[in-house]
């Protein structure tokens, strides 16, 4: 689960919010101060926009969590260096190794995450919700109205 921050189009205060890590669902959001609705397109409805490339090539998190583990071995062994010839070592260093952890840890996850089919059945929850809303013939015609492009087969 993370957060996405932006700004009221409307009245300009500050609009932070829980998502899920691909930001799927309704990109029609209230405004908790003015309760005004204005389109956020960082939102995808996934039945009209599909889901993220990203999010299903178990490939490429396999290789960013090797990417991010060498990087981390490579600077833990920098730092080892360092200390030993020199006696001290730059903090950004100890940065770059945590950055590598967190980097290893969150690829590790999400790899997991797709070659467990838990993202396939997480997606699938997504996909139904989304056709759920796009049945709201009121829904849709809210998206028409904040430029969405919604296809005709949503909007008979």
Do not use: H
Not at 64 to 83: E, K, P
Not at 118 to 129: F, I, L
């Amino acid at each position: 689960m993370g957060y996405l921050q932006g700004n009221c189009p409307e009245c300009g205060v500050k609009v932070r919010e829980k998502c899920n890590a691909w930001v799927y669902g309704s990109p029609i959001r209230t405004c908790p101060n003015c309760k005004k609705e204005f389109l956020d397109k960082r939102w995808r409805e996934v039945a009209i926009d599909g889901f993220t490339p990203g999010s299903k090539n178990a490939k490429f998190y396999l290789g960013a969590t090797v990417g991010f583990l060498l990087f981390t071995i490579a600077c833990i062994l920098w730092l080892r260096s360092m200390i030993r010839i020199q006696g001290y070592y730059p903090i950004k260093l100890v940065g770059c190794i945590v950055i590598g952890i967190v980097g290893t840890i969150v690829c590790a996850v999400v790899f997991f995450r797709i070659i467990t089919g838990y993202e396939d059945k997480q997606n699938a929850r997504y996909m139904d919700e989304s056709k759920r809303r796009l049945q709201d013939r009121n829904y849709v015609d809210k998206l028409i109205s904040f430029g969405y492009t919604v296809p005709d087969e949503f909007t008979k």
